[in-house]
Every structure is written in C-alpha cells, then in structure tokens.
C-alpha cells in the first residue's frame, strides 16, 4: 500500500476519534456550566444570608435601644408627677421630648431594617428556587455525560486500536507532516480529489475547491506519493469516487 493510502486510512480513524471526543467534550462543557452555575448561586446566597444576620443583628439593637428609652422615659414621667416646681418639670420635659424624638428616630431605623430582612429573605428564597432548578438541570448534565462516556468507551478503545494497526507501516517522516497538518488543520487535513472531468483535466480540492493539477493526479495514481494541495497545503488522496472517475471509459463497462 503507497504512502498516501496508509495515511489516508490514519486520517479517517482520527476522523472519528475527534468526532467521539467532541461529543464527550461538549458534555463536558454542558457540566461544568452547570456547576459554575451552582457554585454562582451558593456564593450569591451566602452573601445575602450574612447580610440578612447583620439587619437582624441592627434591628435587634435598635429594639433593644427603645427599650432602654421606654424604660427611661417611665422614669422621667414618674419624676414629673412629683416635680416640685415649674422648672424642674419643664426640665423633665424637655428631657423627655429629647428621648421622644430619638425614639422616633429609632423606630423608623429598625422598621427599614425589618424592610430590609423581609427584602433579603425574599432574596434567598428566589435564589433556593433557582438553585433546585439549576440542580435538576445539572444532576441530568452529569448522567448525559456518564452515559456519553459509556456509549463512546468501546467504540473509542476500538478505534485506537485500528489506528496502530493504520499507521504501523506509514514512515514516520510521513506522519510527522500529516500530524503537523491536523493541527493546523483539523478535519481538513487531508481532502480526497474531486474528478470534474477526466479528459479535460479539471480536477478540485476536496476540502478548498481549487484547481488541482493533473500532474498531482497522476502522481497519485502512480505513486501515491504525498502530495499537497497547492492552495490550502492539504495533503490530497484519491478516494473510491475519484478512482472510479479516473477509470478510462472502456474499462469502465467492463
Ligand atoms: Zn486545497
């Protein structure tokens, strides 16, 4: 078998390797979306809930405050019933109207800050809502991928396989080329000849659509040499198709 076969034969198992790995690849991806996803909500969800402990923390020592006002201003109304002159009662009640409008002050603190908690609970009630939602959609991402893994291993272990048996003979200068081409490459490594017409000498590039000259053809044919397309470098091979094409007409019915 001439050298271009061989690689062609490499070429084609390697083919399907990349298709069976990106399809592993993409579940891959899938998961790891979904568990930056979660790991996004449970971040956000901390944040709210430390918030949340410090409102309460601050509406607590505001309740705690009117207490010790209340308690105080009991004291000054205590006082003021047995003021002995006007001007100590105006005093108590100047001292009292004080304590009032802080009390005041200190209400409305602690109303905004029950808002507040109500605001953050609420929060983290949406946030457990998404978390379930996501955690569904990752718990089915990861057997997806279990199960890619599984459908793909044998078919996988198979193909490596084939490929050694493939590229045991093809010269290792040859396949130093053709894999510095799949990486620059990919898929397009290697194109197969499009025959437009035998007798006119119009033949493609399978994977450019350039013109190919039949010089390069008949290379192929003889030799099976490696030989490159001269626009997009590609490594071209004649396939069933291009070979059938190439036939003379006369042998063509028999
Ligand atoms: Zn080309």
Request: aromatic content about 4%; charged content about 35%.
């Amino acid at each position: 078998m001439d050298v271009t076969s061989m690689l062609v034969k490499v070429f084609l198992v390697d083919k399907q390797l990349r298709g069976l790995r990106s399809r592993l690849d993409a579940a891959d991806r899938f998961l790891g979306d979904q568990n930056k996803d979660l790991e996004r909500l449970d971040t956000k969800r901390r944040l709210i809930e430390a918030q949340l402990k410090q409102a309460q923390v601050d509406a607590k020592t505001d309740e705690g405050e009117i207490a010790r006002i209340d308690a105080r201003m009991n004291q000054i109304r205590e006082q003021m019933n047995s003021a002995q002159t006007n001007r100590e009662y105006k005093a108590f009640l100047t001292e009292l109207n004080t304590f009032k409008a802080e009390r005041d002050r200190l209400e409305t603190s602690a109303l905004e800050k029950m808002t507040a908690c109500d605001t953050l609970r609420a929060q983290i009630e949406e946030l457990d809502a998404q978390r379930a939602q996501r955690q569904q959609v990752q718990g089915v991402a990861a057997g997806e991928r279990t199960q890619r893994e599984t459908e793909i291993r044998e078919r996988l272990e198979a193909l490596k396989v084939e490929r050694k048996e493939a590229s045991k003979d093809v010269p290792p200068e040859a396949m130093t080329i053709f894999e510095r081409l799949v990486i620059s490459h990919g898929d397009d490594a290697m194109a197969a000849v499009e025959v437009e017409d035998r007798r006119r000498h119009e033949f493609f590039c399978g994977g450019c659509r350039m013109t190919v000259p039949v010089e390069s053809v008949s290379t192929l044919m003889i030799s099976g040499k490696l030989t490159r397309c001269v626009s997009c470098q590609c490594l071209l091979y004649l396939d069933e198709a291009a070979r059938e094409a190439m036939k003379p007409a006369g042998s063509k019915r028999g």
